[in-house]
């Protein structure tokens, strides 16, 4: 068998950064984005030595990514790489008597992900599984002789070999509701269920059973039951956008234990340390299914009354999990541009910001002694691991230091003002490299997806890409302005569900206010306005372009503007049917959503529409629609198709490629030359 073995190839850290400081620094230019690379899934071993993490990068030779699995130690003066195969590993976890570490990889024979593991001393790492339906999510029993991990029901094609499944081609033959997905594709019958593998045999037994999905397994401290998150709600579960928390014995054909009963989404369940309670995160009612924010809740692990944690707390909370002490739970709070790491209290329910800023935390892990691992970054650096230590920081890795060392960037400010409802809006500004007071600078408005997410002070070097896209703007002499609109994150339920079934008007009025308010500034050329964004981004740049012509150039990725064309050809019709209504039922306001589309022939501004070949999550045929009409209407227009592509854009040299796209539609457009 073909194993995987560490490398013993141990790198000191922290001098490349010093030996570049005093070089010259650079604009950033599109092909920096192959230079980045990227840390993710820190994790703490139990003795609080070793973090394990991976290390993601791209080769623009194999036009290819790869994540590996490495360590650090908890100085941070060495790493070890313990992968280094060319596909993925991803998803460390320590064994809890600390002996081994264990990973997915999608390598060799197998269909998909299996688990791996690996003993700590050195030595060649072990294939545990051995499922068709591969392993997602995991999670190691307490006494680390079993582990609880998610599968997908295989597919009884998948023994067929190769080429007589190529050869002969069965038709697609569905009948769900919610019959398609993103990346997945069509959906069938099979469903994700938890299965249990026996670490010494590596025998694999499935816990749960049924025409739904189960997920996030999470052991009790004692090792004998398992809580999980299942849609269940009858007789047809595609038809909710509810789950709850249930709870089963770990032991095979056990009956689980519904916890929950809100009619929402009720996710990441999370054992208190004495096994006593469960807290999770609830969501908001199903209608607002879009806009969803969670409250941070805990229940009796037995059954009993929820009890919401922080209930005036209003911002987003996500990635909970408990002091050892259980009196408090940790949580990402997501607040203005900004995520924080932050705790709240279980008896009182006062917050506490371990680590604030305007910087954004992606991930955290914490040992029982105390010491914490959080991601994080801010806006003129990538995310790195960081030991966080009282108040203190302290750099774990430096994967990107020799990469910002070289590059000159523009300043990222806050940025408010108001709107014509005299609300306060809040935003990104980001000046052109090298910014002059008092001169006029071409403005590109650059405008984040969801619309249930925000522009916030990360450098991003991951598949999407806002922050350098900002900056590759700046650095080709523009000032970019990010408005975080109403319908955005991080400002509260109410901004959030502003828009609800009244998409394009209060989105689009935001953002026009922000762009008089840099104008008002001095700092924007109103004769040089450019526009642009992608997914629910490239939807308001085609609301907004049909709203008015101030702009000499729009670049609309992964957009739609027919909504009604979007019904049943997306993976969205359940927040169609809860927030619109039926379009045969409704179809005054479907038309009013689809005003971008009705009103083509007020559209003037050049426009570039961009997308994936396979997105299911907004398809091509969106930008198609648009681009067919400006085309007739005589407007200039281009429409680019990356083939084989989804909803992100992920091919290395495909991403290059719209980057450049980017820079020369605005380029040729709003002619940079000095006012």
């Not at 190769?162 to 919610?178: E, F, G, N, W």
């Not at 054909?253 to 340390?273: I, N």
């Not at 500034?521 to 526009?531: C, E, K, N, Y």
Request: overall charge negative; hydrophobic content about 35%; glycine content about 8%.
């Amino acid at each position: 068998m073909t194993c995987f073995r560490v490398s013993l190839a141990v790198f000191a850290l922290g001098t490349v950064p010093l030996l570049l400081s005093a070089q010259s620094k650079r604009p950033v230019q599109a092909a920096d984005f192959y230079r980045l690379r990227e840390v993710g899934a820190p994790r703490i071993s139990p003795d609080g030595a070793w973090v394990a993490y991976t290390l993601s990068t791209i080769d623009s030779v194999k036009d290819s990514r790869d994540s590996d699995v490495w360590m650090v130690n908890w100085a941070g003066d060495r790493t070890i790489r313990v992968t280094s195969s060319p596909e993925d590993e991803d998803n460390p976890r320590w064994s809890p008597d600390n002996r081994y570490l264990s990973f997915v990889s999608g390598r060799f024979e197998s269909k998909g992900g299996q688990l791996w593991l690996l003993d700590r001393s050195g030595g060649e790492a072990l294939r545990l599984s051995d499922l068709k339906g591969g392993v997602a999510d995991y999670v190691w029993s307490p006494d680390g002789t079993r582990i609880a991990f998610v599968s997908h029901d295989a597919d009884p094609d998948d023994a067929l070999p190769d080429s007589v499944r190529a050869k002969s081609p069965k038709p697609i033959v569905l009948d769900r509701y919610t019959f398609k997905r993103d990346y997945d594709g069509y959906l069938t019958h099979r469903r994700d269920h938890i299965w249990i593998l026996d670490v010494a045999t590596r025998k694999a037994t499935q816990l749960t059973t049924g025409a739904f999905d189960d997920s996030e397994p999470r052991w009790s401290p004692d090792g004998t039951r398992i809580a999980f998150v299942s849609n269940r709600t009858g007789p047809d579960p595609d038809r909710s956008n509810n789950s709850d928390i249930y709870v089963v014995d770990a032991a095979h054909g056990a009956p689980p234990t519904q916890l929950t009963t809100w009619p929402g989404p009720d996710s990441d369940p999370h054992w208190s340390p004495d096994g006593s309670r469960i807290a999770y995160l609830q969501g908001s009612e199903p209608k607002y299914f879009a806009y969803s924010q969670n409250v941070i809740s805990v229940i009796p692990s037995r059954g009993g009354p929820t009890r919401h944690l922080a209930t005036s707390l209003d911002r987003d909370a996500s990635d909970i999990a408990w002091s050892a002490d259980g009196s408090t739970i940790r949580f990402l709070l997501a607040d203005d541009r900004a995520v924080h790491l932050a705790a709240v209290n279980v008896v009182d329910g006062t917050v506490t910001r371990l680590l604030a800023g305007r910087r954004v935390v992606t991930d955290h892990d914490a040992t029982a002694s105390g010491r914490m691992v959080t991601r994080d970054g801010t806006a003129s650096d990538g995310a790195e691991l960081h030991a966080l230590e009282g108040s203190r920081q302290r750099a774990l890795t430096h994967v990107n230091d020799s990469v910002f060392a070289s590059l000159q960037l523009g300043a990222t400010e806050d940025l408010s003002f108001r709107n014509a409802d005299g609300l306060t809006v809040n935003a990104l500004l980001v000046k052109p490299v090298g910014f002059v007071a008092g001169r006029k600078y071409p403005l590109v408005l650059r405008i984040h997806g969801g619309p249930n997410g925000q522009d916030e002070h990360l450098f991003d070097s991951g598949i999407w890409l806002p922050t350098f896209e900002r900056q590759l703007f700046a650095s080709a002499g523009y000032a970019v302005l990010s408005v975080n609109y109403r319908g955005s994150s991080g400002r509260g339920q109410a901004w959030k569900t502003a828009i609800f079934a009244d998409w394009g008007n209060k989105e689009v009025q935001d953002l026009l206010a922000g762009v008089d308010h840099v104008i008002a500034l001095g700092i924007a050329d109103p004769d040089r306005l450019a526009i642009g964004g992608w997914s629910y981004g490239g939807i308001l740049t085609d609301y907004t372009i049909a709203t008015t012509t101030r702009f000499k150039a729009a670049i609309s990725g992964a957009g739609s503007a027919l909504q009604s064309s979007m019904y049943g050809a997306d993976e969205y019709v359940y927040q169609y049917e809860h927030e619109l209504g039926a379009p045969w039922k409704n179809r005054a306001l479907w038309d009013k959503v689809s005003y971008a589309f009705w009103h083509a022939d007020r559209i003037t501004t050049p426009t570039l529409f961009m997308g994936g070949q396979k997105d299911f999550n907004v398809p091509i045929g969106g930008s198609e629609q648009m681009f067919q009409a400006l085309k007739s209407l005589g407007v200039e227009t281009q429409l680019v198709i990356y083939p084989d592509e989804f909803h992100g854009i992920a091919r290395p040299s495909f991403v290059r490629d719209r980057l450049g796209r980017y820079l020369a539609w605005y380029d040729q457009h709003l002619r940079q030359t000095s006012p």
